[in-house]
T-cell receptor
Framework: ETGVTQTPRHLVMGMTNKKSLKCEQHLGHNAMYWYKQSAKKPLELMFVYSLEERVENNSVPSRFSPECPNSSHLFLHLHTLQPEDSALYLC????????????????FGPGTRLTVT | AQSVAQPEDQVNVAEGNPLTVKCTYSVSGNPYLFWYVQYPNRGLQFLLKYITGDNLVKGSYGFEAEFNKSQTSFHLKKPSALVSDSALYFCAVRDSSLTLGRLYFGRGTQLTVWP
């Protein structure tokens, strides 16, 4: 596997279900991100993890719960979602500077298409 | 505050003609600028970036972009468009003075290249 992978690619869930999205980066990067992409809206940054520590949470409802057990894996736990949460959820990673130069651009996974019924 | 504007929701061009996708930005410090492309049902794919140095940067698939500091612009260009270039294009900026790379994205421009 190369780059950034996400599973599942498609997910349909009811409002009372609990599910998790998984992201894995094979690039040796030290930062990971969750984005939400809805139709006709700008890309929304949800969470940022740097060196496995959450450094940003952009007013995301508590029904979304991220987890970063190590620098290669990122999860998004979902429970009691609403229909408006239906969207494409994108994971990304980047190499941020650690006392030197970084790469700066983010590399994205293919996304999980989530539908909440 | 950081922001990116892509003034055109849609750009249409004939195959073989040059294409331009426009982007302007606002950032507090010096900008790092990026272009991404998204094909249907796929994630965003990195095309090119400007960090420092030459204002004209070259990227994947024959794309290039010119950084213009005075006009705060970073337009994406290609001399000869291909039908396969049809996709959604996003411009993004980050503030170089910040230690963690929060990217601000534009709304995207849908490029259609017709045969």
């Amino acid at each position: 596997e190369t780059g950034v992978t996400q599973t599942p690619r498609h997910l349909v869930m009811g409002m009372t279900n609990k599910k998790s999205l998984k992201c894995e980066q094979h690039l040796g990067h030290n930062a990971m991100y969750w984005y939400k992409q809805s139709a006709k809206k700008p890309l929304e940054l949800m969470f940022v993890y740097s060196l496995e520590e959450r450094v940003e949470n952009n007013s995301v409802p508590s029904r979304f719960s991220p987890e970063c057990p190590n620098s290669s894996h990122l999860f998004l736990h979902l429970h009691t979602l609403q229909p408006e949460d239906s969207a494409l959820y994108l994971c990304a990673s980047s190499q941020e500077p650690e006392g030197g130069t970084g790469i700066y651009e983010q590399y994205f996974g293919p996304g999980t298409r989530l539908t909440v019924t | 505050a950081q922001s990116v504007a892509q003034p055109e929701d849609q750009v249409n061009v004939a195959e073989g003609n040059p294409l331009t996708v426009k982007c302007t930005y606002s950032v507090s410090g010096n900008p790092y600028l990026f272009w991404y492309v998204q094909y249907p049902n796929r994630g965003l794919q990195f095309l090119l970036k400007y960090i420092t140095g030459d204002n004209l940067v070259k990227g994947s698939y024959g794309f290039e972009a010119e950084f213009n500091k005075s006009q705060t612009s970073f337009h994406l260009k290609k001399p000869s468009a291909l039908v396969s270039d049809s996709a959604l294009y996003f411009c993004a900026v980050r503030d170089s003075s910040l230690t963690l790379g929060r990217l601000y994205f534009g709304r995207g421009t849908q490029l259609t290249v017709w045969p």
